[in-house]
């Protein structure tokens, strides 16, 4: 029979709880540097911000004065700028997945197409605003217009939702798509009743975390040329805008100390704006989650 030390047991028992707690106390630590950090940030911002957030703000548009300088302009085309990229982004994003998970052939030319969709969704901003400058702007002559940016913002956060939706389509099970086949229900009936109602809550997470970075995108906006002040409202998709990050952004780097302020109060209104969009996409994705 092997002899058994106990001590050394014992021992290297007590160094893996130490090894234990000293990890434990790090991630602890890191947890709670980053909320205090994010504490400061939004302490900063709503104490610089929080008067300037009146009535007048939201009725004015761009000045060269910080008590006359408003947000409606940007906060309007804000709002034109997602109706163009959500419903684009999303519908081009799930349809390709839906293609490569249920409809595409497993072979070297699908799997080379997966992994040039994931590394897409590494490469810096500014390349898709050299893209849709090329394209959109200048090719298709669509000039700085709503459309223009909207494609181009698209164009940014579409391998995120497709690399999502491809994730979110391969958790549900095959047992329920050969269930479905075996009631007699074809390919198309499958995936539109069954596997994309189970797929809703993980696509729509993927497109929050998506859409909430085209809102607050600045570098393709700059590239294609989208104005900093405007003193009208689009009126059409193919109208000029400018947007809350390119407001913010000229307020911030102006030389008056007081449109630090006015810079703090655009990015309180770009934070509510992405808790309003973010929190219809979460109770969309709750209600599915429910359900199925």
Wanted: glycine share 6%.
């Amino acid at each position: 029979m092997k002899y058994v030390n106990h001590e050394s047991v014992v021992k290297r028992m007590m160094n893996r709880l130490t090894i234990n707690k000293i990890f434990k106390a790090i991630f602890f630590f890191a947890t709670l540097f980053a909320l205090l950090a994010l504490a400061i940030l939004f302490y900063r911002i709503i104490t610089q911000g929080i008067g300037y957030l009146t009535p007048e703000f939201f009725q004015n548009f761009g000045s060269r004065f910080p008590a006359k300088a408003g947000i409606k302009a940007a906060l309007i085309g804000s709002i034109w700028l997602m109706f163009v990229v959500a419903p684009v982004s999303i519908i081009l994003g799930v349809g390709t997945a839906i293609y490569l998970e249920e409809y595409a052939k497993k072979n070297r030319l699908t799997d080379f197409i997966r992994m040039n969709i994931s590394n897409l969704a590494g490469v810096p901003s500014v390349v898709f605003g050299l893209l849709g400058l090329t394209i959109f702007v200048r090719a298709l002559s669509l000039g700085n217009s709503v459309l223009a940016a909207g494609f181009t913002m698209s164009l940014l956060i579409l391998p995120v939702i497709i690399v999502a939706s491809q994730e979110a389509i391969r958790a549900v099970p095959n047992d329920v798509r050969e269930a479905s086949y075996g009631m007699g229900a074809t390919k198309w009936q499958t995936v539109v009743k069954i596997v994309l109602p189970s797929a809703i809550p993980g696509i729509l997470t993927g497109a929050i975390l998506a859409l909430s970075r085209a809102v607050g995108e600045t570098a393709p906006l700059i590239v294609i040329g989208i104005p900093v002040i405007i003193q009208f409202l689009p009126t059409g998709l193919l109208s000029q805008f400018t947007a809350l990050p390119m407001q913010i952004y000229d307020w911030a780097k102006r030389p008056q100390h007081d449109f630090q302020f006015v810079a703090a109060a655009g990015i309180l209104v770009l934070m509510i704006f992405l808790l309003i969009m973010n929190s219809i996409a979460i109770f969309i994705r709750n209600k599915f989650s429910k359900r199925y």
